[in-house]
């Protein structure tokens, strides 16, 4: 009887394996057929699509293309939403609404709604589900629903080389400097200096470079060491794919522990 019982969950276990390679193996092949690049476009026709760029799969909410330009070397996360214009199907005019420089990171799940211009600088890489627009609901009249009361925009400028943290937001009339970190969660308005840190909703600056005292308040931590210059591209590369195949290993160790757990409950449950 034991036997039996040890036979059967040995079954189900590789079953369960094959299904899961299979799910996994057919996933991994539409996250490649289904991202969007210059030389594979699919449906999408933007304005400008830089060599490098890449629009992972699934994509979010996507319209207005013709006034979008992206930049070289982009990674746009999953189920990012880039729009131009309030609906689909407007015309915007000549210029570009929504602009994004080489080297732009969007996180997953991350918002971009420009209804009049946002511009977004090079080499700025943005959290997860981070919200910008450039267009916010007015309630002026307060006997008409605000969702029926016509919308208020105003431009969005963020420099380059900045970082906004998961779950920040970014309203109208923003205007980002060059090298600022967003906080997490953080609601900016208004101007932000270069190379300051805000955070808090409404955003403060909690922190600025000052070129003769350095990070004021001081930073709590030590800088961390830059990449040596004589580190190639490839051998970057490399490191990424070993921490990759690391993790899958610890990953599928992980798995192949639970189920020899449940084979010995099993064959408990069956010699008791």
């Known amino acids: 009887m034991p036997r039996n019982g040890n036979t059967f969950s040995s ?39 830089g060599a490098g760029t890449r629009l992972a799969f699934p994509q979010g909410t996507v319209f207005g293309e013709r006034w979008i330009e992206i930049g070289e070397c ?14 689909p199907g407007l015309d915007l005019g000549t210029e570009t609404v929504l602009t994004l420089g080489n080297g732009v ?9 420009a209804d009049t211009t946002i511009t977004i600088g090079s080499d700025t890489y943005c959290g997860p589900y981070v919200y910008i627009t450039s267009t916010n609901h007015s309630y002026d009249d307060p006997h008409e629903p605000i969702g029926r009361q016509w919308p208020r925009s105003e431009p969005v400028s963020i420099g380059p080389g900045c970082w906004l943290g998961t779950g920040a937001v970014i309203l109208p009339g923003a205007r980002i400097g060059r090298n600022v970190v967003v906080a997490a969660g953080a609601v900016v308005r208004g101007e932000v200096p270069d190379h300051s840190v805000v955070a808090g ?15 004021q308040p001081p930073l709590r931590t030590p800088a961390p060491k830059p990449i040596p210059e004589d580190v190639t591209p490839e051998q970057l590369a490399a490191l990424a794919a070993w921490e990759i195949e690391q993790e899958k290993e610890r ?8 189920e020899q757990a449940q084979a010995r409950e099993q064959a408990e449950v069956s010699s008791s």
């Open 74 to 87: 982009c990674i746009i996360a999953e189920q990012v939403t880039l729009t131009a214009g309030m609906l």
């Open 201 to 215: 909703a409404p955003a403060r600056v909690v922190r600025r470079w000052d070129p003769e005292l350095g990070w």
């Open 251 to 258: 990953g599928q160790g992980q798995e192949e522990a639970g």
């Open 11 to 49: 079954l189900a276990a590789w079953r369960r394996r094959v299904v899961a390679h299979a799910l996994q193996g057919g996933w991994r092949w539409a996250q490649q057929a289904g991202a969007v690049t210059a030389e594979h476009p699919g449906r999408l026709r933007f304005r400008r699509l």
């Open 105 to 113: 990171v969007l996180g997953r799940g991350s918002h971009v709604i």
